[in-house]
């Protein structure tokens, strides 16, 4: 018996340029840490921080690209505990934190809509045909991701 093969839906623009974002934020929280973690006497929380921040990055783009589900529910809670202290500093008075918090929020919610968008396509087509294997491309820029958190971080460390 053939087996049909079914289009999925291709995330959009949007959701492609806040993953982007996101990601930015992500490396911009790794980097923070790893400069808070180079002092001796916070190096558990700095290290937190930056373990946080990657994790940020590679959940954000497994689900959006790589269509994982699980990676999708623990984006967007990341970025819904990114979102309440972002919110808090919005309310005391932090100007500031009003790029991160709108960078969390929206992505938190394009999160959702396209993890119910997955959900359902999974549920008319059991068969997941998103690609298994990693291309050179994305090796390339894991590398690149990696060098543009190290590279700042090194600066901080001297």
């Known amino acids: 018996m053939p087996r049909r093969y079914f289009s999925y839906e291709k995330p959009s623009a949007l959701l492609i340029g806040f993953t982007f974002l996101t990601m930015g934020q992500g490396i911009v929280m790794a980097i923070m840490g790893l400069a808070i973690g180079s002092r001796v006497d916070s190096v558990e929380p700095g290290f937190a921080l930056a373990s946080f921040g990657m994790v940020l990055i590679v959940t954000q783009y497994a689900s959006t690209f790589r269509r994982n589900v699980y990676c999708m529910w623990l984006a967007t809670g990341q970025l819904t ?23 969390s929020g929206t992505t938190a919610l394009l ?48």
């Open 81 to 103: 505990l990114c979102s309440i202290p972002c919110g808090l500093a919005l309310i005391v008075g932090g100007c500031v934190a009003a790029i991160p918090l709108f960078i």
């Open 111 to 158: 999160n959702l809509y396209w993890g119910i968008s997955v959900v359902e396509q999974h549920s008319i087509i059991p068969d997941d045909q998103s690609p298994e294997q990693i291309s050179l491309i994305e090796i390339f820029l894991a590398i690149l991701i990696v060098a543009l958190i190290l590279g700042p971080a090194t600066v901080f460390y001297r």
